[in-house]
């Protein structure tokens, strides 16, 4: 009822049509294609089911999914919050060269990336060579996935926070250098509160896309069982045996749980925000 | 001094922002810039804050030279003509930051920042808001945290710019005078950049008009007002009647008319010359009673408050003459649209000369 009342006042025209559009679109390219997930696993049984998503190999691929993708993350907050500053606030030549770069991991097919990365880390890969003089093997370990997702991640990163840094006042930071702060405090005190929101947005996309990569993570990481298998691969594994049960029920706990990740980093910004607004 | 600008000069490309500029504040008093838009004011400001470099020149404050300080360390308290506000922190947080940015041995511990944000913060009547955000107050109160903000730090200088603009009329004339009040009481030596002459003239001790990057003259309101220094000046503080004509043997013309030239342009043989009416400074009346005169007729009546306007087409002149008259000889002499009025001209002011804005 509330919801009907709530549509009757709205003065912009085309709630229903819009809304409609919108149920409409979410069922046929998300929610249909998801749920089959779940349709897929109910023939499985409860026993089954748990045996498939708690085997060891399993429970290490998603381990290695989700701490792999969290510091990819983590790493892309930083690198895409410095790479945002630079193309904001200096000019310099070659800069929308730069900017058009950014996006370059969005249109690579990820397998591209994938495959210039494990010849470039490979035991005889330019810097492979240079990496195993300190005994450091990038190939065939999780850093390299982590290498993999940095990449993958990257852009989701800068995109978010460029707009904003765009839009901050020049004003602001200004009048914290008249109230006698230092740059670093003007960065710490004003600007990165500024910015969090959609740092945090940033990271949680750079993140949930690190969550589900494949194409460029299968070709560095080696997979090798227990140690650098993903859990994306756990599933292309089992659907290669013909396991389709399995697979589904592999990825239903992994779309669970990114799923809930993501709802929790919403609601972390939601009451963010909230304080600020009147 | 409080204030000592010697020889500011200041290029954007080509383009002079500040001439040659010079000036000095006695410490303590409270100065308008005041200039149209685009006239360097703003530059001015900036400059003496450290925002923006001078290309040369002193600038000292306080009697220390700050020509080559950074903005942090220039110790002066700047009000923004949009607040600039730190949204993400209340209001207490906003007025503290200043002494909490402060480097460990000299920040003041927290129960003396307390006060003293609580206290600055009932200086300008905002005590009530100490945990309200930015965003959930007018634009008014955002302006008096703001200028909380500025003096948390004890600035050497005060620098104001526009900072009433953004608000409307009845706020604006409201914060101005708290404004003058607040500065009676703190005597921090301050200037407001304005394009506004009647916020000028009301509030400031002293009134620097600055045009094209240069001081056009300065003076108290009184004198500014009263005896401007040339055309511009002239022009600039409140609505005139200006009309074209040409100085020629001790007589000036204005239309077809022609009123005795003052002594100091007596003896000039002949010269353009522009003549400068004030709108109250035209008497109205409905019968003749001197022969100078000009015969007009009402074309346009305006209510301006107390006063009311009129626009009044003479005979003999090309543009038509704005008057103000008060309310109450409106409504005696029974004027209105197409009435016939004589024109009565009380005081003017003759430049000679070409003059442009």
Redesign the interface.
């Given at each position: 009822m509330a919801l009907f009342q709530a549509k009757r006042r709205n003065i912009l025209p085309g709630f229903g049509l819009s809304m409609g559009y919108t149920v409409f679109y979410l069922s046929a390219i998300v929610i249909v294609p998801l749920s089959m997930i779940f349709i897929n696993t109910i023939p499985m049984g409860w026993e089954p089911f748990l045996n498939a998503v708690t085997a060891p190999r399993v429970l290490a691929s998603y381990r290695l999914s989700f701490s792999t993708a969290f510091f990819a993350a983590l790493f892309d907050g930083f690198a895409g919050l410095l790479t945002a500053w630079v193309l904001v606030r200096y000019r310099f030549p070659g800069k929308d060269f730069l900017d058009a770069l950014v996006d370059l991991p969005f249109a690579l097919p990820t397998a591209v990336a994938g495959i210039c990365f494990a010849t470039l880390y490979s035991p005889i890969g330019w810097l492979g060579q240079l990496l195993s003089h300190w005994n450091l093997q990038i190939i065939n370990s999780p850093t390299g996935i982590v290498i993999a997702l940095v990449f993958i991640g990257f852009p989701f990163v800068v995109r978010t926070i460029q707009p904003v840094l765009e839009e901050a006042?020049q004003?602001?930071e200004?009048?914290?250098?008249?109230?006698?702060?230092?740059r670093w405090?003007t960065f710490r005190?004003?600007l990165l509160?500024?910015l969090f929101p959609a740092l945090l947005t940033g990271v949680t996309l750079a993140f949930a896309r690190g969550i589900g990569e494949y194409g460029s993570v299968i070709f560095i990481a080696g997979n090798l069982p227990m140690k650098t298998e993903i859990a994306p691969l756990m599933i292309m594994s089992k659907l290669d045996q013909f396991d389709y049960a399995g697979a589904s029920a592999v990825a239903l706990v992994l779309l669970c749980i990114s799923f809930s990740m993501l709802l929790l980093l919403n609601a972390v910004q939601e009451w963010q925000q909230k304080?600020?607004?009147? | 001094m409080g204030i000592e600008l010697q020889n500011i000069n200041k290029k954007f490309g080509e383009y002079k922002a500040i001439d040659n500029l010079s000036l000095s504040i006695p410490s303590g008093d409270l100065i308008a810039l005041l200039g149209p838009s685009g006239c360097g004011k703003t530059t001015l400001l900036r400059i003496i804050a450290g925002l923006e470099l001078a290309d040369s020149g002193k600038i000292i404050l306080e009697n220390k030279d700050t020509t080559n300080l950074p903005p942090r360390k220039k110790n002066v308290g700047f009000v923004f003509q949009h607040y600039a506000l730190f949204r993400r922190l209340n209001v207490f947080e906003n007025v503290a930051f200043g002494l909490k940015v402060l480097p460990f041995k000299e920040r003041p511990p927290r129960i003396e920042i307390r006060d003293r944000v609580e206290h600055l913060l009932k200086l300008v009547q905002m005590d009530w808001a100490l945990n309200r955000y930015p965003s959930q107050l007018s634009g008014g109160q955002r302006q008096r945290v703001a200028l909380a903000r500025a003096l948390a730090v004890n600035p050497r200088v005060l620098l104001l710019d526009e900072p009433f603009s953004a608000l409307d009329a009845k706020v604006r004339q409201e914060l101005r005078r708290w404004l003058r009040k607040l500065h009676d009481e703190i005597h921090v030596t301050s200037i407001f950049v304005t394009h506004d002459q009647e916020e000028a003239l009301e509030l400031a001790d002293k009134i620097v008009v600055i045009n094209k990057g240069r001081i056009e003259q300065e003076g108290t309101p009184q004198e500014v007002y009263d005896h401007p220094a040339n055309a511009f000046v002239y022009n600039f503080l409140g609505n005139v009647n200006v009309f074209h004509g040409r100085i020629k043997n001790g007589k000036v013309s204005l239309g077809d008319h022609d009123l005795d030239a003052p002594d100091e342009l007596k003896y000039i043989e002949e010269k353009p010359s522009q003549t400068f009416v004030r709108p109250h400074e035209i008497g109205i009346s409905r019968i003749r009673s001197n022969e100078n005169d000009l015969v007009g007729i009402i074309h346009e009546v305006r209510l301006q408050g107390g006063q009311i306007g009129l626009n009044i087409e003479c005979e003999g002149l090309d543009n038509p003459i704005e008057a103000e008259v008060p309310r109450e000889l409106f409504v005696n002499l029974q004027l209105a649209k197409g009435v016939q009025v004589f024109v009565t001209i009380n005081r003017v002011r003759v430049f000679a000369g070409d003059y442009e804005i």
């Open positions: 006042e004003e602001i200004e009048a914290a250098h008249c109230l006698g702060a230092t405090q005190k004003i509160p500024h304080e600020y607004r009147s | -």
